[in-house]
């Protein structure tokens, strides 16, 4: 039985929760710091494994943050875990994000049809963000497979530092993948400009259309 492959290597974060298809917005609580505005660096530093193969992989960005974008970039690294899970044909529990002191964190279960007949493919996936202050985060985001044929899991750790005021072609809400290497190797061919906003709804787009087959 040919198995799939558990993880696309998608060109962006964190691996990290998920709304339910038709749902309007994602809700962050009100006591959520905020991170100043201006220019961020984004590096995400993470592993892949199915158990037998491992992926290394490093994803660099630039992102120019206003309070809008910034609250929005929490977001898209929940519809991008969405869209993942979408792909394995797996939805997903709301996730309830949470605060507490300088920790948001949030966690969502999912499950679908696994490759076995009758069976379950269930994933896993928790995030957390810490807020050292507003111009340095890290985060974690672990994400467990398991659809008993094969297990896979992640482990990503993301860190954002505020480099200066917004400058050159980068506007609010946009951001520019700078660097994307695969076990070591440089794999982008050139410099990726992305906006946050058409990004989320790319994602639910596409989450929509896999989960409506």
């Given at each position: 039985m040919r198995r799939r492959n558990r993880f696309a290597l998608r060109p962006?974060?964190?691996?990290?929760?998920?709304?339910?298809?038709?749902?309007?917005?994602?809700?962050?609580?009100?006591e959520l710091p905020a991170r100043d505005e201006g220019m961020w660096i984004i590096d995400q530093t993470g592993t892949i494994s199915d158990g037998k193969t491992t992926f290394e992989i490093q994803k660099i960005w630039n992102v120019c943050l206003d309070t809008n974008a910034d609250r929005a970039l929490h977001e898209l690294e929940v519809r991008e875990q969405q869209a993942s899970v979408a792909s394995l044909n797996e939805t997903c529990e709301e996730p309830q994000p949470s605060v507490s002191g300088n920790v948001l964190s949030w966690a969502m279960h999912c499950s679908g049809p696994s490759l076995i007949e009758d069976k379950?493919?269930?994933?896993?996936?928790?995030?957390?963000t810490t807020f050292v202050n507003g111009e340095e985060t890290s985060a974690e985001s672990v994400i467990v497979n398991r659809d008993n044929l094969v297990q896979s899991h992640g482990r990503f750790e993301t860190r954002m530092r505020r480099l200066g005021d917004c400058k050159g072609s980068?506007?609010?809400g946009e951001m520019m993948l700078m660097h994307w290497r695969?076990?070591?190797?440089?794999?982008?061919?050139?410099r990726q400009m992305r906006n946050i906003r058409r990004e989320i709804e790319n994602h639910k787009a596409f989450t929509a259309s896999r989960l409506a087959r």
């Open positions: 962006l974060l964190v691996a990290s929760a998920l709304m339910p298809v038709g749902a309007s917005s994602f809700e962050l609580p009100s379950i493919g269930k994933t896993d996936i928790r995030h957390s980068l506007k609010a695969v076990n070591g190797e440089e794999t982008l061919k050139g």
